[in-house]
């Protein structure tokens, strides 16, 4: 028996190299990383949606349980944008043109205490502090730019995914009876343990968000904010982005809170912002990431913090995935078997 032959028999080995390589694999190519997690997060749930429709009614096919869907969502994206995005740039002007003309006016000479602060800020050369803001906020805009980039095409393939995944899965299945079927069985094997991993925290992440949501909701309306129910869809899509939704969202919210009731309301709006934040992070986060992966909420927590520091903003969304991914490869834990031991106990209680 050759060598490699030993290495195909030797299942745990081979499996282990293949886990190597393709960390490899992503490390070298982590600059695509955000378009290859967003086409997979939008497919994943394009495919949940499929199969939860043929569920029910088996011969639809899933470009007829798709197209719709996609077609409304780019429908909706295209009123925001065309009713919304001129609305937040007026504002925007307004909010600027009146920071200005309040800057310059005599009111803040005249007084002892404006005064101060109008001498500090001609000390620290507020207009050059303001040209780097300004640099900082077009580079922020073109690097949102590349953002909407992969969005668009992440979008893209995951309808050309979803529209055709029985054709794309009988396509995948002539790999595994290939000459080298034994790579692909192991690949099946790694991603079918982090499909079932990713599906549960996105779950986790859809509860996350309707309670942001809600708590955001119920403080505009104490405010009483104008269109209530489109800043609530807002909020509720920028939640599903973990930590960093909650942070991008004070910014088309205290435009707004600024048009109504002036920086006072701009002030209640960011006191509002770093409440939900911290509840989001020291207890939303752990207490329902736990529930669902089944993990003691100290872990958790410092999965948490650990993947944020080392991956970004993208840690928060994959970090427990992974972990209890590779915890599921050592045999310590899994969420599969977790989740059918407690569904043996409620048939047995009922």
Request: no cysteine; net charge negative; proline share 4%.
């Given at each position: 028996m050759s060598l490699y032959d030993k290495f195909v028999d030797n299942k745990r080995l081979r499996r282990v190299t293949l886990l190597a390589l393709v960390i490899l694999l992503i490390y070298l190519f982590r600059g695509m990383m955000s378009l290859f997690l967003l086409t997979f997060t939008f497919t994943f749930l394009s495919v949940q949606l499929v199969r939860a429709v043929q569920r029910k009614f088996p011969r639809v096919k899933p470009i007829w349980i798709i197209a719709?869907?996609?077609?409304?969502?780019?429908?909706?994206?295209v009123f925001v944008i065309a009713n919304y995005v001129p609305q937040l740039i007026s504002q925007t002007a307004k909010?600027?043109?009146s920071l200005q003309k309040f800057y310059e006016s005599k009111e803040v000479r005249s007084n002892p205490y404006l005064n101060v602060i109008y001498n500090y800020l001609q000390q620290i050369n507020l207009d050059s502090q303001i040209k780097g803001a300004i640099t900082q906020v077009v580079n922020y805009i073109s690097s949102?730019?590349?953002?909407?980039?992969?969005?668009?095409?992440?979008?893209?393939?995951?309808?050309?995914?979803?529209s055709q995944v029985e054709q794309m899965n009988s396509f995948g299945r002539q790999f595994l009876d290939s000459n080298y079927g034994w790579v692909f069985s192991d690949l099946k094997y790694y991603g079918q343990k982090f499909v079932n991993t990713f599906g549960v925290v996105l779950e986790a992440q859809l509860m996350i968000a309707i309670v942001n949501t809600a708590l955001t909701t119920i403080t505009l309306?104490?405010?009483?904010m104008p269109g209530i129910i489109a800043l609530a869809v807002m909020v509720f899509i920028l939640s599903l982005i973990p930590v960093a939704g909650v942070i991008i969202s004070m910014i088309p919210l205290s435009f707004i809170a600024y048009t109504v009731g002036g920086i006072r309301y701009v002030i209640y709006i960011i006191i509002m912002i770093?409440?939900?934040?911290?509840?989001?992070?020291?207890?939303?986060?752990?207490?329902?990431?736990s529930s669902m992966t089944h993990l003691p909420i100290f872990f958790t927590f410092v999965v948490l913090i650990v993947s944020e520091e080392l991956i970004g903003t993208w840690g928060l969304i994959i970090g427990i995935p992974i972990f209890v991914f590779f915890l599921d490869i050592l045999g310590v834990h899994s969420i599969t078997k977790n989740s059918k031991k407690k569904r043996i106990k409620l048939k047995k209680t009922l």
């Open positions: 719709p869907v996609y077609l409304i969502i780019i429908a909706l994206l909010m600027f043109a949102v730019g590349a953002v909407g980039f992969n969005i668009v095409v992440s979008f893209l393939l995951s309808f050309f995914y979803a309306l104490f405010m009483q770093v409440i939900i934040h911290m509840i989001e992070t020291y207890f939303l986060n752990p207490q329902f990431m």
